[in-house]
């Protein structure tokens, strides 16, 4: 049976074009070795493309940090990226690896991204935090956010997250993930399902109406 609760139906997967945005997390030049390794990248252009064609906006979320490290994150953390112990011999960093402004911080150019989309630099793992993004979905009226890039158990769960609260639909598409396999798979199994919707790219075209 078909619930309805402020205008979202339950069980109907659909996608009006008209309030749809895909969000690009972090798929950037300096990314490329470890997102060609997963393979997402042809999948995400197919997407991408797809989604220029019926007219859904294109958001591109990037990290981006001066150059002097001033903005940088001050939370502790046990280990680093790779789950290393931070130690004497494996400091933590007090500059990021490329400043703002650096074509390295841009979208992979596969991806095509034009002045017709939207560029959301960000300084934290959320797309949302102290950025344009919450101001720019609702300015189009988007209700319902397709999210792709990685990685997904930092940045695009961060991002999923922040959306729930916000009261966005949120459909995250699980081959346009990349990220360690292990944490990939455990939030696309386990943690997802029960915050928002999980869908194939496949099945995220599929179900794009006008």
């Not at 969000?23 to 197919?46: H, N, Q, S, W």
């Not at 988007?142 to 792709?148: A, D, E, P, W």
């Not at 997250?161 to 346009?176: E, I, M, P």
């Not at 993930?177 to 997802?192: A, I, P, S």
């Amino acid at each position: 049976m078909v619930r309805e609760r402020q205008g979202v139906s339950f069980g109907d997967d659909r996608l009006s074009a008209s309030e749809t945005a895909l969000l690009v997390f972090d798929m950037l030049e300096c990314y490329r070795a470890p997102i060609e390794e997963a393979g997402t990248l042809p999948k995400v252009t197919e997407l991408v493309r797809t989604c220029r064609t019926n007219g859904l906006p294109i958001i591109f979320a990037r990290a981006d940090h001066r150059g002097d490290g001033r903005d940088l994150a001050l939370t502790m953390s046990d280990t680093d990226p790779a789950f290393r112990p931070w130690s004497r011999e494996n400091m933590p960093p007090t500059v990021p690896p490329h400043g703002s402004g650096s074509q390295l911080l841009m979208p992979l150019r596969e991806l095509e991204m034009s002045d017709d989309d939207f560029d959301i630099p960000k300084h934290r793992w959320s797309a949302f935090a102290g950025t344009a993004l919450d101001t720019t979905l609702r300015a189009l009226g988007i209700s319902t956010i397709l999210l792709v890039g990685g990685s997904t158990h930092v940045g695009v769960a961060s991002t999923a997250y922040a959306a729930r609260d916000l009261d966005y639909q949120v459909t995250v598409v699980r081959d346009g993930c990349h990220g360690f396999k292990l944490q990939r798979e455990f939030f696309l199994d386990h943690v997802f399902p029960r915050m928002c919707r999980v869908r194939t790219i496949a099945e995220v075209i599929a179900n794009m109406v006008p």
